[in-house]
């Protein structure tokens, strides 16, 4: 057995990624097909609905009605990815370099809380972060903040409530990109640079740079799409993401053919700034070298 | 707790100031590590107090009276002690064949070059991209073409499936820049392609594996959009709570997250603890 | 025909080849040993039924004539009878496990097991569930759905339900309250049999804003609510009651009045009296503080009053709205007559009183109000003179009925009220 793997040893990739690939070819790529089909649809519920290619239009003009809640996605996303990452690089760091024999009691700390029911997490958000809340009340009685500031219905309720739920997301992959550094190389580095910042900037940093690239993607991806954030924590027009159409779209509306066409443009959307992502951080190739 | 464990670095080299500043610089680390943990833990505070309120009426939003009352009979609710079996069911399923699947295609894509990277890269991508609705709703569509019944096993399909990019993920980011020297070391000194994976390769990326398996657990059990098109007359715990909100979503609910949390926290508390009382003796 | 009601014979077949299409046949032998994957496999009374039960009316059928079916002797209750509800919408006794009286009482009747689901949610939500198995002529794998009127009124205009036999049911047929009967989305008062009604109106806390009595408070940017003011996000509700504020009546609404009622609204959200459009959360923000003011459903300020005794529920002076969610069996239902069997049941006003003390909302069941009024517990007997529960003629006068909008206007109101919402 081993003998003919090493024979032919082109075969073990596929042979390692052909299960997975099943899977995913039956239960994702097949029924997206199908979805890419009915984005271009047109008709209702009620008169049934007819492809043609003519309906490419439900792309335009899902882009030109929508603009407003996609820039909006974006830029929720991206805050929130970056708020996700400053809290998640020293957690992770701590955990991986300077937890002793906590690490693992810590590293499940961070993940506990999201064994839990989402809609219970928001319950608490909501007590926590209400206008006479544990947080706004003691400052609104001490006079520190005006009456009528509020954080729930508002974007920075939005941001914060997606930060939070990817929280893990951004620190597991960098703790475990982090902690296979060899501990040697960072004390001959401190020892070599002149600071601990240059020694954290030359060695520890571009070693996280897979994990970073991993948590930033397991962040921001699914954070485009994202809806209930904006749902429950947001729940004003001004705060709606591009999730929240498409949710409303196919549920209320009964108007698949926008929802899918509005899928596409999101992950077409996400494929694009991945890849200029990749390129800009270089992971790609750092990636690929490992091979 | 943390501050416990974190050993204050105490390094001699370096000028007097250098060494004030890397004190600092440490502390503030602590600091920081502490104040995001309060953070990760604050909800789940809220949530833990209001396991102990004994609410007036049939939602659970004020605090009114500490009791045990809902701990005491933590299944009171119809249908509750089903949709948090089925749940946990669901996730530890998932969980394990979505982290065997994902783990084999991550080592796939980060060890070999092989044609059809490109092609594999993008498929582990888009599934995250996609909104729930539409997977759940396409999944649901192919469940009805193919005459598939909807219960558990739907469920679980749908989960291992959006599972598996999470996975395959995480692993890359172990995987990256692994030493292969380890493994042609082990080799050379005679060792089989098997006994190198487990004695050499494994170990080395078992954090990657661990880290990826809790990611895909959370993901399971709080699915709500994809399970809900995929569970026929199933009902999981995010079902029932999601639905329960629209009369109040019974104490009882907060018992059994307070327990889920427990537990696993517990758990490796005492393994660590367990540890550390082997090491000192 | 057969087509139409997949026997236990096609079922078990379809589970079979699942099991060998899929490969998983050990992953699901295990969840059948957990106990809960096994009900997809019908109980072998079930095809005796489903074959005596064929649909004597529906498009669908017209063409082919059943002299069969009154010929047929009448059938017998199912081993099993799927019913989907809204979690918490029957009465329950949390004895250890729980149990809930109605549903036992049923199965001591009839003998049949009834596996009952709180797998509702939304109405939207759970149409979206159903909706590929009843356009591919399918068993949803339901017998009764729970959802409200413009849903029940949506899917009977599809013809994706089946025509309740009335034969069967004579104490719904003689107790559904008179002005629930006869919709026009429902005109021989067959397809559909309300579970229990609703009043929206305006809710809020009188501590906070006292005594509110009209829609105009809304609009109203008093310190007092400003910015805590919330509208509900069912699009019949809101724009409902923004009609009636318009003086225009919800039961006749054009596309045009459709358009006034989005621009009304509009003013109060750019005025930043609104804050939110809200669900079932409205409840939470307005026991947290939150929210004081907005529109609201009677069951739910009755539930939160028992937290915040503060609140108030009124039909404004302008008019109210008044809801239905229904029960229907779904087309292709494995067990019909079972299920006409449940609708009787729960018509027996005994039955109601023991349904409606637990869920509070306005039971559509004549008699429940002498019935509970009899309950041995002080407590249960004064709900029959809660107003919001058994409400008299002078407040049912107040509340009116939306429009059975046609499904163009439908299209064309809910896009509007997303659009306002922001998505």
Redesign the interface.
Known sequence: M?AL??RYH?I???L??T???I??AI??????I??FISSFWSG????GFTFSLANVHNYTDGLSRYQE?IVRSVFFAAAATIATFL?SF??A???AF?????K??????????????????V??????L????LLLGPLKSAGLVSD?V?I??TPVAVISGIA?NF???MT??????L??IDKRLLEAGQ?LYA??WSAFRKITLP?AL??I???T??TF??A??D??NAE?LG??????MI???????????ND?PT??A??FI??AG??VA?AVYARLLG?EE???S?? | MTTVALQPAARSHGTPAQRIRRWLGHNALFVYTFAAIVYLMLPIAVMILFSFNRPAGKSNFAWREFSFDAWLNPFAPLGLSDAVMASLRIAFISTIVATILGTLIGLGLTRYVFRGRAATNLIIFLPMATPEIVLGASLLTLFVSIGMARNELTILIAHIMFNISYVVVTIRARLAGFDRRLEEAAMDLGATEMVTFWKVTFPLIFPGILAAAMLAFSLSIDDFVITNFTAGSTVTLPMYIYGATRIGVPVQVNVIGTIIFGTAVGAVLLSTLLQRRDRAA | MSEQHPSLFDRALTRRRMLQGTALAGVAAFLAACGTAAQSVAPSVAPSVAASEAPSSGPSQAASPSPAASATPKPSPAAELNFANWPLYIDQDSSNPPKSPTLEGFTKKYGTKVNYRETINANEDFFGTIRPALEAGQDTGWDLVVLTDWMAAKIIGLGWVETIDTANTPAFAANESDNLRNQPWDPDNNKRAPWQSGMTGLGFDSKVVGSQTSMAALWTADPRWKGKVWLLNEMRDTIGLTLLKLGKDPATATNADCDAAIAEIKKALDGGVVRSFLGNDYKEGLIKGDLVLGTAWSGDIIQAQLEKASLKFVIPSDGGMIWTDNMLIPKGAAHKYTAELMIDYVYDPTIAAQIAAYVQYVSPVKGSKEAIAKNADKTVAALGQNPLMFPDAATLAKTHIFKALSADEDKYFNDQFSTLQGN
Request: avoid cysteine.
């Open positions: 081993t793997l090493r082109f073990v990739p596929y390692l990624l299960p997975g690939l899977w995913l239960f994702y790529i097949y029924p997206s199908q979805m209702s519920l009620e008169h809640q809290i020293p957690l760091y701590t955990i300077r937890a002793g024999q906590y693992n009691l810590l590293l499940f700390l961070v993940i506990a809380p999201f064994f839990t029911s989402f809609l219970l997490r319950i608490s958000w909501r007590t926590i209400g206008d006479d809340g009528d509020r729930l219905a939070y929280l893990p997301f597991l992959p960098i703790y475990v990109s902690e296979k020892d600071t601990p070693l897979p994990g690239f991993a948590g993607l397991l991806i699914p485009m799409g809806y209930v429950l729940q004003t027009p001004a705060t709606k999730g929240n159409v498409v949710q409303s779209r196919f549920l209320v509306n698949y929802a899918a509005l899928s999101l992950m996400i494929l991945v992971t750092l990636m690929s490992a091979g």
